[in-house]
Every structure is written in C-alpha cells, then in structure tokens.
C-alpha cells in the first residue's frame, strides 16, 4: 500500500505498522445468543456495549434493538440482553459519549433505503431516555455502510462501505432533528487499497470495506476498520473530515476472523479492540506500542530537519526536497490536484 513515504521518496520515519504491537485475546463471548456482534463500545472501567446486527427473521435482532453490556472478562451483565422497542432496519456500528449510546442503523446491502438512521439511548441513572430516532437522506442516491464515527463535539460522521474502496464520508448537512429528515453532506471520500492482510467472508474484497468505526474516549484518534485491518487518524478539534484527509498515521493487520466489524479504542484510548460476528467471538486487543501524537505532516517536516541538519547529507536531502516541492507543484499545475494513493482522503 502506497503512503505519502512512497510519494516523496525523502527522509524515513517508523512505518505505519510500527504503532501497534502483537494483539493478544481480552477474553471470548460465551453466550450462544451473541452470534451476530456488529458494534463495540468499551468503557472507560473495561466493560463492553455491544450491539447485534439487526436483519430480517430469523436473526433474533429482527424487531428490537438487542444491546449486551460485558464484564471487562466478556462475562455478559445484568441476565441478558437491553431490548429496545425500536424497529430498526439494519444495525451495524455503536458509538458512545458519556452516557447516550448511538446505534447507527445504516446499513443497506440492497442499495434502496429511502432513509437511514441513527438511534440514541440515555443510560444516564438521572435522565434516562428510550429510543431517539434521527433520520437521513444521502445527497447521491442510497449506500450500505457499517462505520459511525463520533467525535467529542457530538457530530456524527457516516462512513460507507464501497466494493471499488472508495467510501464516502458523510455528516448531516443541519441540526439533528427528531421529526423529520435531514439530508447529509458528502464531504469526500477516503480511498483503501488491497492490503494482501488475510481474514473476512469475501476475499481480497474484503481488504478494501470498511465494516466499522471509532473515536477515543479522549477524542484525539480516530480509527476504520476493514474485515482485515485497522486505519488509525490523529483527531483535532472533533473535524472528522480533517482528519481523514491526511493519510492515516497507523495501519494494523488484524487477526484473521470470519467476519471482523466491530472496533473500538480501549479505556487508555490507545489500544484498538476488535470483535468478529460468529458464535464465541473472541475480543482481541492490540497494544500501541509507540506514541502516535503527531500528523504524518510533522514527522515529514522533522524527519526532514534532522536529516538536513547533517553537514554529509545536507545538500542531498536540500536537493531531494526542492525535487519533491517542484514535482508537486507541476503535478498540480497539470492535473488541479495533489497526487496520492493507498488510503486517503479526497
């Protein structure tokens, strides 16, 4: 997979794997019922939310939303499922802040939602609050997706699940509004090329759709997920879009699964978590290993600076560096954009 390293041909700094160390089991779901896991959630204490998917019968998510809370050891609380009288279409990712959850019923394997929608939930002792549905239209015809993103400014991003890799990103183009539909704005899309990581129901395919999303706790990463591996964003300032723009600063192979399409940041909001559908799921974490605090554009720009500072390699990193500024700038003379490839924002 071609990153912005590839482009320049300058100065290297840790690749994007070196972030994130060997994944190890948190523990595996013994309840027979939780058979289709599509939306993880864990909680600053280690416990778990986890969300089934919901599709037509004889999936017994079919008419309800079923949501489990686990131990940190994935023992399952509170003697079963929270059933939630709402009817949804198609679950598929979860995303919690403070006490409300938000079920993102988005999915469409079909291609012919009318609407889409997110549901929230107050767990809060003080104020609990039932199902609250918000319902939106894509600008560009309907898509199926599985990834919500939620930053710490409480404006939720949709990302899609496209067979050619290129997802779109989509926010709501106006205030969340319970009585009627708001349309959403495509802000770009991010584009995932074949990793050759194994894992997932449909092969090479498999590499390049994204099944899930997350932020972390601390609001400062965000990550997708594809059935075999994880993309890792720093986070500013909640711009989602921002973000994702940039190339991702860390990419993780993920252990091969069935169907992997849960992912969450763990309680230090640095290590991922990930869950696959399938009876006994097991929760398998990921450890990051190095500090991930800076855009890739920093460690260009310091990576660069150290090497040039050396009197040996100075003037061959000066010559490379005006090379790489002169070659972009005609790129975008002649084509309006800059050159890019692997996963990326457009």
């Known amino acids: 997979m071609a990153f912005l390293v590839a482009l320049t041909g300058g100065p290297a700094w840790a690749g994007p794997n070196d972030y994130y160390g060997t994944a190890s089991d948190r523990c595996a779901v013994d309840d027979p019922e939780i058979d289709e896991l599509s939306g993880l959630v864990v909680r600053p204490g280690g416990d778990m939310f986890l969300v089934e998917d919901s599709t037509p ?144 129901p449909v092969g090479r395919a498999g590499q390049v759709l994204v099944t899930g999303g997350a932020v972390s706790g601390d609001g400062q990463f965000l990550a997708l997920r594809t059935y075999t591996d994880a993309y890792v964003w720093p986070l500013e300032s909640s711009d989602v879009w921002a973000a994702l723009k940039a190339p991702p600063v860390a990419v993780v192979a993920l252990p091969d699964a069935a169907q992997g399409e849960a992912i969450s940041f763990a309680e230090n909001s640095r290590n991922l978590v990930v869950g696959s559908e399938g009876v006994g799921s097991v929760i398998t974490e990921i450890p990051m290993v190095q500090p991930l605090t800076r855009s890739l554009g920093a460690a260009i720009e310091d990576d660069f600076a150290e090497l040039s500072s050396s009197d040996e390699l100075k003037w061959g990193a000066l010559i490379i560096f005006v090379l790489v500024v002169a070659g972009r700038a005609l790129y975008r003379r002649l084509f309006g954009r800059k050159p890019g490839s692997g996963a990326h924002g457009h």
Request: with cysteine; net charge negative.
């Open 57 to 200: 019968e004889p999936n017994p998510g079919a008419g309800s939303i079923l949501m489990y809370h686990l131990a940190a050891d994935c023992a399952v609380l509170n003697g079963g499922p929270a059933v939630f009288a709402q009817d949804p279409n198609d679950i598929e990712d979860l995303a919690g802040r403070g006490e409300t959850l938000w079920f993102a019923d988005i999915g469409d394997n079909g291609a012919n939602r009318e609407t889409v929608a997110l549901i929230t939930v107050s767990l809060s002792p003080s104020d609990p609050q039932g199902p609250q549905v918000y319902r939106f239209t894509y600008p560009d015809g309907p898509h199926d997706a599985e990834a919500l993103l939620l930053p710490p400014n409480g404006t939720p991003y949709i990302v899609t699940k496209e067979l050619d890799g290129r997802s779109g990103v989509y926010r709501p183009g106006a205030p969340l509004d319970a009585t009627s539909d708001v349309m959403l704005d495509k802000l770009g899309e991010v584009e995932f090329a074949p990793t050759g990581t194994p894992g997932g």
